[in-house]
């Protein structure tokens, strides 16, 4: 019987021992190779967002349109639109006078023309106008006078790029620390680079289906496909390219970035569609507006496509957050020291 109390004493004490020594114990922090596993967070230790489970992206959807009212993404697309409004005129006269460097302005007309078919009648008006001005004042070669005219024309174009990437900041939970000479040159960079983005995709989408007429019906059919996949996979890399550069922090692998781009580039595409279609038959804006019926149109159109961009900010945001692996370009780093807000942070079990 002596035995026996001394060995419960001994495993009271050894117990004790071991409790306090676990109390003393710092907490194991999220970044814990084992940690999300067992926590019930479906996707936590996803290293690609195609790792995520369905339950998982149900989550995140939910979360990013909860987060999207409380961004309140609707206000900041308004105001992307219209400074992308302000925008776009300066950013078609660097696109023409450029494409007018190598090849028949006209044709980049043409081309933009066609591509802004899923934009209700009176908005295709106005771009078309616009376009067409600007092709008329083109000067087909290289001068002084055209370099500061292009150069003016990015500089203002960065003005609705900055607004941008201040809401994408938004998206991502981010505070701007930047300064204002290296955000200007990130908006420019970005202007610069998607002006040139347009008129390589301007090639490919204009080149593709004269080369495949060649084959008869059928290559003309295929052209036509051809054409709308590359114009697909483009918006996407571009997208993909703006979320990973915009926000102000550590940038994110491509693979965190290609969901909300995907989404976005189909919502973009169906909405716009959509929304052409509406205005076309049940819309009433001539008979509001008047005169003024375009550039209303247009911008609806545009607060649709900046409303659209910043969901699949939210939704890219919201993945980073689904999982505890470090979704920041480099050597994997703990939780807590990888440059940003979603990618620092994880959803509690």
Same mark, same amino acid.
Request: hydrophobic content about 45%; aromatic content about 4%.
């Given at each position: 019987m002596g035995v026996v109390v001394r060995l419960l004493s001994a495993l009271l004490v050894v117990r004790s021992v071991v409790q306090g020594r676990?109390?003393?114990?710092?907490?194991? *922090? *999220?970044?814990?190779? #084992? $940690?999300?596993? %067992? +926590?019930?967070?479906?996707g936590a230790r996803a290293g690609t967002p195609a790792q995520v489970p369905a339950r998982g992206w149900w989550q995140i959807v939910r979360r990013a349109f909860k987060e999207s009212s409380a961004d309140n993404v609707s206000m900041l697309a308004g105001g992307v639109a219209f400074f992308g409004f302000l925008a776009i005129i300066p950013a078609l006269i660097a696109l023409v006078s450029l494409y %007018? #460097?190598? $090849?028949?302005?006209a044709q980049v007309a043409a081309t933009i023309e066609?591509?802004?078919? $899923?934009?209700?009648?009176?908005a295709q008006q106005l771009v078309a106008d616009q376009i067409g001005a600007v092709v008329g004042a083109g000067t087909g070669s290289l001068t002084t006078g055209l370099v500061i005219s292009v150069l003016a024309a990015l500089f203002s174009a960065s003005s609705g790029t900055q607004n941008l990437m201040a809401a994408i900041n938004i998206a991502y939970d981010e505070t701007e620390s930047r300064g204002a000479v290296k955000l200007r040159a990130? $908006?420019? #960079?970005? +202007?610069?680079?998607?002006?040139?983005f347009v008129v390589v995709s301007i090639v490919l989408v204009a080149v593709a289906p004269v080369v495949l007429d060649a084959l008869g019906t059928t290559g003309r059919v295929l052209g036509q496909v051809v054409r709308w996949v590359l114009l697909v996979g483009l918006v996407v890399l571009g997208l993909a390219v703006v979320y990973r550069v915009a926000p102000d922090r550590d940038a994110p692998r491509f693979r965190w970035v290609t969901p909300g781009s995907f989404l976005a580039t189909v919502l973009w595409i169906v909405g716009s569609i959509a929304f052409s279609f509406y205005v076309d038959n049940f819309g009433s804006y001539n008979k509001t507006y008047g005169a #003024?019926?375009?550039?209303?149109?247009?911008?609806l159109w545009l607060y649709l496509t900046s409303y659209i961009v910043l969901l699949g900010a939210e939704i890219n945001s919201e993945a980073e957050?689904? +999982?505890e692996r470090d979704t920041t370009r480099g050597e994997p780093q703990p939780m807590g020291i990888r440059g940003a807000a979603k990618a620092d942070d994880a959803v509690d079990p």
């Open positions: 676990d109390a003393d114990a710092p907490p194991r *922090r *999220r970044s814990d190779p #084992l $940690a999300g596993q %067992g +926590t019930g967070v479906p %007018g #460097l190598v $090849a028949d302005p066609g591509l802004s078919e $899923a934009l209700p009648e009176s990130i $908006a420019l #960079l970005l +202007t610069a680079g998607a002006v040139v #003024l019926a375009g550039i209303v149109v247009f911008l957050y689904q +999982t």
